[in-house]
Each structure stands twice: as structure tokens, then as C-alpha cells.
């Protein structure tokens, strides 16, 4: 039901009424001092943020604040969106030039630079060698649980949040080839960037924040009855990968509709609700924008139903281009239903952040997707999700529902966790007093009632905002029955979809 999450991922397409406060050329401002220190020592584990020394945003500028006295230093970096904040500590070798870079760039952003004027800048003190690359590997953690990161400090960057507790390991003049990788590798848990140049820097997730909780991908809340049947979670994790592999070999279009069901549904930015292998097919054949793309899929939770008739898989989704060494983070659903030959088939998937509006190409012929008569328990729980955010507004319903470990995965590929997260977040701005309506269109549910799928469409609009302003998204929601009978979400997740003709 990504129906606020949907609107962060396509507040260009929004209309003006549901058009956030955030956005880019957003001047980075100071935080209390205090909370600043932390954030900043957040960026590492304590045991190196504690005697680093650490930089602070004043109303001045950029400011010291307290001197170390281990050689590492932590900060605060931004960039020109609303909202970033990049804690980063850097070790000894990172301090004296990682840093100097960092600084300087927060310092001319502060002043009111463009990011054009800002490269410009970086470039010039590269060339007088008043900054210098690394002399030996130097490493910048950026393993705090509250990093708020774009995917680019241009305009079109967008909102991940929180993406992965990972290192930067600036190694000069690495190569692919050097570290073992292939030209176009598949290993999605570290990246190299700029191959070969003086900057080469190695990306390399890690699977704890520097507070010692685990990352995303940790032990989830599974089924009851999961635990007694290992089998379908390995069959169902090694049937994922499957897809995984070929969609970065060959593309989504060639991945997905081999693996799917007769009767799957596809969530695809942009598009209406698809339904049918034959209609999937045809509508990811007509995104030539998807041809340049390699996509691997990095599962947060694996989980099967008790009975193992029905599997949800989702986390997160590395694009790599074709053309140049730009890597981008989006999200992915999937739902999973043994097929009679017992193998696992997709019945519906979701896949956010790989196309603009503007890419997205849709054929002619596709069949709308009907309402499916009857109820279930999954259907009626998410009504009674409905109702809430329409009586009691949506921060609120977001926080009744969502499981304690449950996620949102906004259309910008961020993710918010939990219930006191998703709320905070859905109060920013506008959409906090905005109207919703949402319906289940489309639902799947294990034969043992555990583990279900709602898939619907919203519909979202401002306070006293007339109708012809609303914004209309599809979502996925995947549903888990709790130690307490109830049932609330695991997972929220989907995009926009066109305006329903009159």
C-alpha cells in the first residue's frame, strides 16, 4: 500500500496540493549541537567515534568541535536536498584527504553554491593538490541507523533513508580486474566505483549499524509453523536467486515471465495493475528503457508460509547501467505460490525505483484488471486499514497495522522500519492531513491463513483539495497472522498508476 510512500517516490508527478516541502537546492542547515555530535559518532562504532575528533554544522559554517585523539574524524555531511544528512567517520589516511573533500563541499553548499559550482571547485583543488587522493587505502564508515542518503546530490537523486550500514574503502587506482571482479559482476554486497581513476573507491555492505543492531536483512518474524519446515525457505530463497541471476544477465524482461504464474500481477512505476503472464510480458517488452539495466536482487527476508503453499521474498534491488559506472538502489516485492509440479512460481512482484514516469512506455491492449468478488481475511484487514487512515488519519492507521519489525518501502526506495519510524515519517509535511481511500483489488493467502498479499489501488488528495488534484497509486502489502491472532504487515510497498479515465 506504498499510498504515502508511492507519493515520495513520484513527487514530480504529484499534483501541486501533495507536492512535499522537501526538495533540492535546500541550503544545509545546523542542528543543536549535541545532536549533531551524535549523529556524527553514529557513523562508527564507538569505539572509533569516541576519541575522533568531530566536525559540526554552526550557523558560521562548518566549526570544530571537539579535537580527538585517534587521527580519525567523524561529520555530518549534506548535500542540496531537504532533509540529508550523511554521518561519516573517516580513519586516519580518510582524514587527511576523504575529509578535506567533504568539508569543502559542505562548506560551498552552505555558502549557497550549486552542485555544478561545487564539482567545479573539487575539481580546481584537485588540480592546485590542495586536496589529494588517498596515498594508501583509506576507509570512511557510514554505518549509522539514522544516515538519511540520496541516491545522487543532483536534482534527480532520490530518497533512500537509511539504505545499507556499509564502508567506503578508497583504494587508488583499483581495478575490477584487480579485486577479483568481472567487468559487469554480479556480487551485490560490494561495488566498485570509478574502476582504475585515483578515486576508486570500494563499497562494501556490512551487516550491523555501528550500534551493534542488525541491518534489514536480519532475523525476521516468520509464520509460526515456518521454522518446522526449512526445506521451502531454501527452495524458495534458491528459486529467487534463479530469477536474480537472469535478470542480471538478461534484463527484467527476460527474467520475470519464465518464473511466472498464468495468473501473476505486476507492479511496474507508472503502469496500471497488470495481470496475466502474456500482458507482463508484453508490457516489460515495450520498457526499452529497461534493455541498459542489470538488476540483482538482494533479499531482506525470505519467508514461506507454514504449509509452504505460499512465499514472500523483498529488499532491496542494485541497477547497474550499461553505459558508465553509475549504480543505483531500488525495491522489490514478490510473492511466491507452489505450482503443481511443486515448484515455486511468482504470483505477483513489484519493482520500485527502475523507471520515471517519462521512460515508462505503455502498449496498447492492455486489459484493465477487475475487483475479485469475495473476502478473505487479508482482504479484510486491510479495509479495516482503510478505514482507520480515512477516520483517524493515515500516521496513524500506518502505525496500528504495521508489524513491529514491519517496512515501508517508498517509491524513492526508501525504507522506514518499524512502527515508530513509519509514523514520524508519514507526519512530515502535507500528506500527514491528506485524505485516503484504498481498496484491495487482487489477494493471495497461504491454504494455513499465516501469510497473505493484498494488492489494490489508492487514491490520495490534500485537505480541502478539489478531486480533479487526487494522486493515484497501486500497492503491494504483505500480511503476517501475529502471536495474538492479528494480522499486520510485513511489508508496504508499490508506485503510482495513471489517472482512471472519467
Not at 193 to 214: C, F, K, M, N, Y
Request: hydrophobic share 45%; with cysteine.
Amino acid at each position: 500500500m506504498i499510498r504515502l510512500a508511492t507519493l515520495f517516490g513520484f513527487a514530480a508527478a504529484a499534483p501541486p496540493a501533495l507536492a512535499q516541502s522537501s526538495g533540492h537546492l535546500s541550503w544545509p542547515r545546523p542542528l543543536p549541537e549535541a545532536e549533531e555530535v551524535a549523529l556524527a559518532m553514529s557513523a562508527a562504532p564507538r569505539e572509533i567515534s569516541s576519541a575522533a575528533t568531530i566536525y559540526v554544522l554552526r550557523a558560521s559554517g562548518p566549526a570544530k568541535a571537539r579535537e580527538g585523539t585517534n587521527g580519525c574524524t567523524c561529520m555530518v555531511a549534506r548535500d542540496l536536498h531537504e532533509g540529508s544528512l550523511y554521518p561519516i567517520c573517516f580513519d586516519q589516511e580518510a582524514s587527511a584527504t576523504v575529509f578535506r573533500q567533504e568539508l569543502l563541499e559542505l562548506r560551498l553548499r552552505f555558502e549557497g553554491k550549486s552542485e555544478a559550482e561545487v564539482k567545479r571547485a573539487v575539481a580546481a583543488a584537485y588540480a592546485k593538490r590542495t586536496l589529494r587522493p588517498p596515498a594508501r587505502p583509506a576507509i570512511s564508515y557510514m554505518m549509522s541507523p539514522h544516515q538519511v542518503l540520496f541516491t545522487s546530490p543532483l536534482p534527480e537523486g532520490r530518497r533512500v533513508g537509511a539504505w545499507h550500514p556499509h564502508l567506503m574503502i578508497s583504494l587508488p587506482n583499483a581495478t575490477q580486474a584487480q579485486l577479483g571482479l568481472a567487468p559487469q559482476s554480479g556480487v551485490d554486497f560490494m561495488q566498485l566505483e570509478r574502476s582504475g581513476e585515483p578515486l576508486a573507491q570500494l563499497i562494501v555492505q556490512v551487516p550491523h549499524w555501528s550500534d551493534a543492531t542488525p541491518a534489514a536483512a536480519a532475523a525476521p518474524s516468520l509464520p509460526a509453523g515456518a521454522a518446522a519446515n526449512p526445506a521451502a525457505r531454501e527452495t524458495l530463497r534458491l528459486a529467487e536467486r534463479r530469477v536474480s541471476e537472469t535478470a542480471h544477465a538478461g534484463g527484467l524482461s527476460q527474467a520475470l515471465p519464465p518464473a511466472l504464474a498464468s495468473d501473476a500481477v505486476l507492479l511496474l512505476e507508472g503502469a496500471p495493475l497488470v495481470r496475466g503472464r502474456d500482458a507482463i510480458a508484453q508490457l516489460l517488452q515495450a520498457q526499452t528503457a529497461l534493455r541498459e539495466l542489470q538488476l540483482s536482487w538482494i533479499p531482506f527476508r525470505v519467508i514461506p508460509s507454514g504449509d509452504g503453499s505460499l512465499g514472500v521474498t523483498f529488499g532491496s534491488t542494485t541497477i547497474q547501467r550499461s553505459q558508465g559506472n553509475r549504480v543505483d538502489a531500488g525495491r522489490y516485492m514478490t510473492v511466491w505460490r507452489r505450482g503443481d509440479a511443486g515448484a515455486w512460481q511468482i504470483v505477483a512482484h513489484a519493482q520500485i525505483g527502475l523507471l520515471t514516469p517519462e521512460q515508462l512506455v505503455l502498449p496498447a491492449g492492455l486489459a484493465a484488471v477487475t475487483r475479485e468478488e469475495g473476502s478473505n481475511a487479508f482482504a479484510a484487514a486491510d479495509l479495516a486499514f482503510a478505514k482507520m487512515a480515512g477516520d483517524s488519519g493515515a500516521p496513524a492507521a500506518f502505525a496500528r497495522y504495521i508489524a513491529p519489525d514491519g517496512m515501508t518501502l517508498a517509491g524513492t526506495g526508501e525504507l522506514n522500519i518499524g512502527p515508530a519510524a513509519v509514523r514520524a515519517r508519514m507526519a512530515e509535511g502535507r500528506l500527514a492531513t491528506a485524505h485516503w481511500q484504498w481498496h484491495p483489488v487482487i489477494t493471495f493467502a497461504a491454504a494455513s491463513g499465516e501469510l497473505g498479499a493484498t494488492i489494490g489501488e489508492a487514491e490520495i488528495r490534500a485537505a480541502q483539495a478539489p478531486a480533479s488534484d487526487a494522486f493515484y497509486s497501486k500497492y503491494l502489502t504483505i500480511w503476517l497472522r501475529q502471536p495474538d491472532g492479528s494480522l499486520k504487515f510485513l511489508v508496504d510497498g508499490g508506485g503510482a498508476r495513471p489517472r482512471p479515465s472519467p
